[in-house]
């Protein structure tokens, strides 16, 4: 049997990055001359790739790479460690690696971000890889970066799966036939989720869920 490997999602999933996310958002829509929304509407914005989600928000014909520029320099001067790992991730981190299994980080950021926040938190000593996206937009795309950690780590997709929040996640996982656990405690909901093989509400039922996907 081949070994197991566990792609998992960073913002929504393993941290609570509202606060950070959003105040470097509103900042790059007042960067581009526009009145910003209220922050209880920019919750969206947390998951999908600023390139995709900048022009829904500021338009088509807006400068995303300006967009995406303003934001980075926000965020990458605090903001994104404005967050908190959520309860009981760490213990489910664990758990899921004495499956056992390799742990790899499959997120929206840039890796190079990633690997700052997750160190901060404490959280780079639980996973065997980090995967993102460049900052030029290489593997923007979810679905593209998994390709990427597939030719790289050359895991077999049928002992895979995907621990993400979003339908993005639901959705990359699928292109290259990796089953979902979609996660309750971050930003989706379960209509967005209903894509996932399963669903899981809390932490401490994530590895009971996860080995119910895979089999094992």
């Known amino acids: 049997m081949s070994a197991t490997t566990i792609l998992v999602d960073l913002d929504g999933t393993l941290t609570v990055p509202a606060a950070g996310i959003i105040a470097a958002v509103r900042h790059a829509v007042a960067a581009a001359g526009v009145e910003p929304p209220p922050p209880e509407e920019l919750r969206w914005m947390i998951g999908p790739p600023l390139r995709v989600s900048f022009p829904q928000l500021l338009g088509e014909d807006c400068d995303v790479e300006a967009a995406v520029a303003a934001y980075r320099e926000h965020y990458g001067a605090g903001g994104l460690f404005d967050a908190a790992v959520f309860d009981g991730v760490f213990d489910a981190l664990d758990a899921l690696r004495a499956l056992p299994a390799r742990l790899l980080v499959c997120t929206a950021k840039p890796h190079v971000t990633a690997r700052r926040i997750l160190e901060h938190f404490g959280l780079i000593g639980h996973f065997d890889a980090v995967y993102g996206p460049e900052w030029d937009g290489r ?44 996660v309750l405690w971050g930003y989706g909901d379960r209509e967005e989720l209903s894509g996932a093989a399963a669903l899981c509400a809390d932490p401490r039922e994530l590895l009971a869920v996860t080995r119910r996907v895979l089999g094992v």
């Open 139 to 182: 593997h923007d795309d979810k679905g593209d970066l998994i390709a990427h950690m597939l030719e790289v780590e050359g895991f077999n997709p049928a002992r895979a799966v995907m621990i993400g929040d979003r339908a993005n996640d639901v959705r990359a996982a699928a292109r290259h036939g990796i089953p979902a656990v979609g």
